[in-house]
């Protein structure tokens, strides 16, 4: 009869109206999707990008069995503003800043008050007879050859790791300031003699 639809042709007119508005939901959603996340830097990146306070250059630990010794270089400071080193550690020796001064007419080590200042745009050398971290008692040997970990504390609170190469050595003898109840590291005691490199 005219003007009739059967049941089943609204069926399939109904099916196809389905179909075409799960297509275009399909194409809306395609489309939606593809911004991609800004990149997360990788660990490596991101550990790279945090500078360090100093640059030590050419780090060494005198070789030594047993109690005392110390630790030399040469620290760098790139940046506008003083630095001011107030701590030293390493796992095989509780540590002290020590300096050289003259007592009752000779040159011996003591600690270094205020701590070790190294000057914006400038280095400042870490050598035997003059500054140097000292290891105060050794819990283990250290053979040449052996490479220690030490951490820096700075005035601010940041620290700062860095490695360095124990080597033999046998210049610089010094006598240690009274009054600080601890005994001289071997070949640290007697007259001063003149600096020498030490053994590559």
């Not at 059967?6 to 099916?15: K, N, Q």
């Not at 008050?113 to 050398?125: D, E, F, P, T, Y």
Request: charged share 15%; aromatic share 4%.
């Amino acid at each position: 009869m005219p003007g009739l639809t059967s049941p089943r042709r609204h069926r399939r007119t109904a099916v196809l109206l389905t179909a075409a508005l799960a297509a275009a939901a399909a194409g809306c959603g395609s489309s939606g999707s593809t911004s991609t996340a800004a990149p997360t830097p990788s660990p490596s990146v991101s550990a790279s990008a945090a500078a360090s306070v100093l640059t030590v250059r050419d780090p060494w630990v005198k070789a030594a069995d047993k109690g005392m010794t110390a630790a030399f270089g040469t620290l760098v400071n790139d940046g506008d503003a003083d630095v001011t080193i107030t701590g030293a550690a390493t796992d095989v020796s509780p540590m002290e800043l020590h300096e050289m001064a003259v007592k009752d007419g000779r040159m011996v080590m003591q600690a270094k008050l205020g701590g070790i200042v190294v000057r914006a745009k400038s280095s400042h050398v870490l050598e035997p007879g003059g500054e140097h971290l000292m290891l105060m008692n050794l819990r283990q040997p250290v053979r040449a050859g052996d490479e220690l970990s030490f951490t820096l504390t700075f005035a601010d609170g940041r620290t700062q790791m860095f490695t360095a190469v124990a080597k033999p050595f046998t210049g610089a003898q010094e006598s240690y300031a009274p009054g600080h109840g601890v005994t001289p590291m071997s070949g640290m005691s007697g007259t001063p003699r003149a600096a020498t490199s030490p053994a590559a």
